[in-house]
Antibody
Framework: QVQLQESGPGLVKPSQTLSLTCTVSGGSITSGAYYWSWIRQHPGKGLQWIGYIYYSGSAYYNSSLKSRVAISVDTSKNQFSLKLTSVTAADTALYYC??????????????WGQGTMVIVSS | SSELTQDPAVSVALGQTVRITCQGDTLRSFYASWYQQKPGQAPVLVIFAKNNRPSGIPDRFSGSSSGNTASLTITGAQAEDEADYYCNSRDSSGGGVFGGGTKVTVL
């Protein structure tokens, strides 16, 4: 049973970089069948796709965040990571990592982490 | 950027049928998936690729699509189906996009 677990600081100062890691257990991140994704949810709001990475290192980002976001993968640790630079209060959200089917025709997140709340505040 | 539009809220009487819709141009080219999110929990995939249910999802959940609109139907809604529901699909750039969510209340 594949499981995902987010980790990282829950508090980040404005203008600094938010860094989160997602650890994949029960399966290999090098499975070619999936994209490894980050999604966030602002308090009381809907879901926002941030981006994904393939095990090869190819990454895709939400155009509205593209200038500030980077997703990387460490296959030796079975982890992938999110970095979001120059954060503001608007980046305060619950951040999820999730597994997405690697299909050009379908986006479907079948496994999610429990989410980690990140607050941007001085 | 691509957008998916959902009605903010719908209600359904216990045991009745409710349809939740999701509209967007991307749905003309890509399949929709649907997620159920209960308070304090991560979303759960209930329908993928238009009308496929993951293991463990009751068959009262079904999906359909026509033109630029995808639908999630709950046939015989149960109290435990009260939740927020989100649609998502691929977009033309290869990324992902979510709808704004629909709050379903079971009366």
């Amino acid at each position: 049973q594949v499981q995902l677990q987010e980790s990282g600081p829950g508090l980040v100062k404005p203008s600094q970089t938010l860094s989160l890691t997602c650890t994949v257990s029960g399966g290999s991140i090098t499975s070619g069948a999936y994209y490894w994704s980050w999604i966030r949810q602002h308090p009381g709001k809907g879901l926002q796709w941030i981006g994904y990475i393939y095990y090869s290192g190819s990454a895709y980002y939400n155009s509205s965040l593209k200038s500030r976001v980077a997703i990387s993968v460490d296959t030796s640790k079975n982890q992938f990571s999110l970095k979001l630079t120059s954060v503001t209060a608007a980046d305060t959200a619950l951040y999820y990592c999730a597994r997405d089917l690697a299909s050009a025709m379908v986006s479907s997140f079948d496994i999610w982490g429990q989410g980690t709340m990140v607050i941007v505040s001085s | 950027s691509s957008e998916l539009t959902q009605d903010p809220a719908v209600s359904v009487a216990l045991g009745q049928t409710v349809r939740i819709t999701c509209q967007g141009d991307t749905l003309r080219s890509f399949y929709a998936s649907w997620y159920q999110q209960k308070p304090g929990q991560a979303p759960v995939l209930v329908i993928f690729a238009k009308n496929n249910r993951p293991s463990g999802i009751p068959d009262r959940f079904s999906g359909s699509s026509s033109g630029n609109t995808a639908s999630l139907t709950i046939t015989g809604a149960q109290a435990e189906d009260e939740a927020d529901y989100y649609c998502n699909s691929r977009d033309s750039s290869g990324g992902g996009v979510f709808g704004g969510g629909t709050k379903v209340t079971v009366l």
